[in-house]
Nanobody
Framework: QVQLVESGGGLVQAGGSLRLSCAAS????????IGWFRQVPGKEREFVAG????????YYTDSVKGRFTISRDSAKNTVYLQMNSLKPEDTAVYSC???????????????WGQGTQVTVSS
């Protein structure tokens, strides 16, 4: 079992930055890939970024490359999503998820946090 809690969302102006945190508990966290997803009402959940279990390999969706950075602090059981140069189209509920391997499909993840709202004003 893995329990995930996101934090760090909020309201920011376009061009600003936010850092989201995904704090995890449970003995399987260290052996889990972590993905960040986002969703807006009426749209499907979208993969944003992910980090692999052991080698720290990362993957980003094209729209956030060069602006977002995912990182992992194993000592703190926390994964971060640093978001810079935010745009209004980044507005969404952001959720982290844990799964056995790094994939972009939400169906590949077994555990989910409750989500945190990110709103970017123009």
């Amino acid at each position: 079992q893995v329990q995930l809690v996101e934090s760090g969302g909020g309201l920011v102006q376009a061009g600003g930055s936010l850092r989201l945190s995904c704090a995890a508990s449970g003995r399987t966290f260290s052996s889990s890939a972590i993905g960040w997803f986002r969703q807006v009402p009426g749209k499907e959940r979208e993969f944003v970024a992910g980090i692999s279990r052991y080698d720290g390999r990362t993957y980003y969706t094209d729209s956030v490359k060069g602006r977002f950075t995912i990182s992992r602090d194993s000592a703190k059981n926390t994964v971060y999503l640093q978001m810079n140069s935010l745009k209004p189209e980044d507005t969404a509920v952001y959720s982290c998820a844990a799964g056995p391997i790094l994939v972009t499909s939400s169906r590949g993840y077994d555990y989910w946090g409750q989500g945190t709202q990110v709103t970017v004003s123009s």
